[in-house]
């Protein structure tokens, strides 16, 4: 995404409010969101292609939007856009993007309070709220000041945190910016830091480390920030640099010769509650450590210029904590809970491997069995090789349930027969297992006949629907799920949707409970935005003796490659291979999936 696109179609987006507040054709109002809408998808930046003279090749741009286009580029404002903004307070603009307010609402708040500052806009207007002043206001009322207040107490928290971004895009823009720096000949070893190396689920900046010869250092640092596309370079000198890439996210790039890249990475890896019990520790036993190494506790206070000596420098991070007379705590569990404890006791989980999964027990094929949510888009042969590249020794299949209204139950029981006969039929080359995902229905039961559970080797079980029940009605519903034949699974348990919507409220004692009873897996779902059942619950399970299953709930062959970003979560929540069920080898997952 390009800033400049961004902007262009955030002004579009005001003309189309300013035409909506003073009722003009609704047909001019839908071509400037049209074109917004286009110009912000567009992978191509606005500005280059008018310079190149092929503003025509925008879709969805129509000819008088283009003519103002033009004029925008060319002085920098569109007389046309300027008469359309007249009487209307700038305020308007600021409040109409607080979901739940829209251009009508936020024109008549600017006009009634007299809003004009569109910069302290939405803090005046909670002001306003707060002395019971929108309730007053005619077609608002008590209840919409209410509802008010708190998206205008959202919209200010979602300003002062900086938007993150999903881990596995964080890790593939962390590769580019690598492989940039490797064309450097003098860039070594890369490492990512901070939360991306903790394998967190959502990411606030990119830090990134490369040991260089310290000669090199500048030369590196100047070709980092000729990274293409970049759209600042925040802060570069010394032994360090920032870029920040579109749409806005910061990268941090950390450079140290061989001698000391070891302090440097155990410092900015994290987590500060990790690094503040270790700097405790060390403390109690007269050292204090620091991102340039580590000094007896008599030497601190700041360096005086010939001290550097005293500072014990280490290569690599083994060195670090090794001093320490201890081993090194993998990134994943340095959240400062108690893994500096288990590592001073060489005590800790030996967790589980991407090469440790043995077969992908959710992927969704292409196959038509009329269901209720998305078919995947290849066939289960298809899906069968690429488990097979993989190096698994089984898949097992899981397209959605077939949707219930418009069939029958008979018909339901025939397709899934038929789909059976296919499987057995067709596919070649990997042992499977029939699988199936199917919706939990508001009251607990599932989306599928019992008859037409006959025709599969297992169910996997997940909420799609109705997630604001209460949480004890949501624990019944769940619950009663799970008591089905042939359960082994809990889709993605939370059914959280990462910076979208929040899980669902369970009781989980009694989830645990059940799914310890039956042998249930808890499924770590690795779809980037998912990453469910979280971290912190997976740990939790572990403590109560569950077991999981590490699924890509692939739609294509490309998203079966993902299961790297379950198999991190799974290890943030310290699960080892014996805790993972497709890490079991055939035979002993056969005997797990057919246990009830
Ligand atoms: P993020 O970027 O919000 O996803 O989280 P992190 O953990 O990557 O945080 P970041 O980028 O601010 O800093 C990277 C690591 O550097 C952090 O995990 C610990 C270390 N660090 C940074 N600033 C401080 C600090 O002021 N004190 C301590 N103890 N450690 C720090
Ligand atoms: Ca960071
Ligand atoms: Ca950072
Ligand atoms: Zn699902």
Redesign the pocket.
Known sequence: MHTINQNVASLLRSVSAALLIKKESRFRIVAYDKAADAIEQMAQDIKALWKEGKLDDVPGVGESIRAHLDEYFKTGKVKHFEHTFKGIPAATFTLMHVPGIGPIRAYKLATTFHLENPKTAVRDLKKVAEEGKIAELESFGSKSQTLIMESLDRFIASEQSPS?MLMPYAAELADRVIAHLKKHKSVGTCDV????R?G?PT???I?IACIVPEDQIAAVIKHFTEFPGLLKVDNAGGKKASIILPPRIRV?LRLESDNGYGAMLQ??????AH??KLREYAIGKGYSLSEWGIKKVEDRGPLAKGDEHKIMRFNTEEAFYGFLKMKVPPPELREGTNEIELALKDNLPNLIKLTDIKGDLHVHSDYDLKPSHDRGAHTFQEMSDRARALKYEYIGFSEHNPKQSGHTASQIVDIMKRRQEYIHKHVKGLPYFIGLEVDILPSGEIALPEKAIDYVDYLIVSVHSSFTQSKEQMTKRVKTALLYPKVRIFGHPTGRLLMKREGIDLNWDVIFDICKKRDIALEVNSSADRLDLPDTLVREGLKNGLRFAIDTDSHALEHMDTMKYGVSVARRGWCEKKDIVNALPLASLKKWIHAV
Not at 193 to 196: C, D, E, I, M, R
Not at 267 to 272: A, D, E, P, R, W
């Open positions: 993150r830091l901070g939360s991306l903790r967190v990411i606030g900046d830090d941090d410092y900015f890896t994290g987590s500060k690094n503040i």
